[in-house]
């Protein structure tokens, strides 16, 4: 970031790297954020422009229209709308930060539409009646704590891999991630029908392994911590139990249940900020992504379970 020469732009990336780390992101990610700001700046700093209270509303939409005809420095191309949304986002996020340092009234990139770039992914959801089935066929108290963990807590599957002993805290109903993505760290509340599924399972099963690594709170049956493939390869025996073509015809994995999850906190009235924070979502566009899908109104959540 030598290219600033203005000592305020500098300081101001200091203090918003210093805002992400607080916030839990892992070094990599800081880096590349500050960089992309530090752009941002540049830009300014090119416009004559030398602190960040004279920025308007005007100069961003100049920046983003930059972005979008800005070519790679790799490979000369125009940057992918992807990358695209990822600049104007951190602008976003370190307007945000001054937000919530009470430093500036109204964010002025709020008021600009960016567009997200449509997510190609098949999100294959399973609606209510299905994960009740799923539920139905499982045939131990480790299958139900999988379960309850995959679609309940609506974790990652590599969450799942590194949840250990200590993250669950079974007497405050609550579960913690230390490090999801971006090495993110997030609390949610458990329902009690989790919370009873994560206690059978650890008092009369996991207390009675012969186990390798003490910390691992779901593990395989040779005592180590299980991994992502068993993890799948265990739904797909709950699957093919039910004998529902229906189910079958869906390509699920274990991010499926997660997926599933979404939707139905959203159908059952929960807010979409609060959806984010369930899941760890860093940008509400991804959470949105989940309000598409039409399914029937959930008439019970997941304590019914």
């Not at 700046?41 to 422009?49: D, L, N, S, T």
């Amino acid at each position: 970031m030598n290219w600033l020469k203005v000592k305020y732009y500098q300081e101001q990336i200091e203090k918003y790297k210093n805002h992400l780390n607080t916030l839990g992101y892992n070094a990599h990610g800081v880096r590349i954020k500050c960089n992309q700001l530090a752009e941002f700046f540049e830009q300014q700093q090119i416009r004559g422009i030398e602190q960040v209270e004279e920025i308007t509303e005007e100069n961003i939409r100049t920046y983003y229209n930059y972005i979008c005809n800005r070519p790679n420095k790799r490979n000369g191309s125009i940057l992918n709308p992807k990358t695209i949304h990822e600049y104007m986002s951190v602008v976003e996020s370190y307007f945000n930060m001054r937000l919530q340092y009470g430093e500036i009234e109204i964010n002025p990139v709020s008021t600009i539409k960016i567009p997200y770039p449509k997510h190609k992914t098949d999100r294959a959801i399973l609606s209510q009646s299905e994960i009740i089935e799923l539920y139905t066929h499982t045939e131990s108290l480790l299958e139900r704590a999988i379960l309850s963990l995959a679609y309940g807590c609506g974790l990652r599957v590599s969450e799942m891999v590194q949840c250990n002993m200590d993250d669950i805290k079974i007497k405050e109903g609550v579960l913690i991630v230390p490090r999801g993505k971006n090495n993110k760290r997030r609390v949610m509340p458990l329902s009690p029908g989790v919370i009873k599924d994560l206690d059978d399972y650890l008092n009369e099963v996991r207390i009675y392994e012969n186990t390798k690594e003490s910390q691992s709170f779901i593990l395989n049956q040779r005592g180590r911590r299980m991994q992502k493939d068993t993890y799948n390869r265990i739904l797909k025996m709950i699957i093919h139990r039910t004998a529902n073509e229906r189910i079958k015809n869906k390509t699920i994995s274990i991010h499926n249940l997660r997926h599933s999850i979404a939707s139905h906190l959203l159908e059952g009235g929960m807010p979409l900020q609060q959806v984010r924070q369930f899941l760890g979502h860093d940008q509400m566009e991804t959470t949105e992504i989940y309000t598409h899908i039409q399914q029937r109104q959930i008439k019970k959540m997941i304590d019914d379970i």
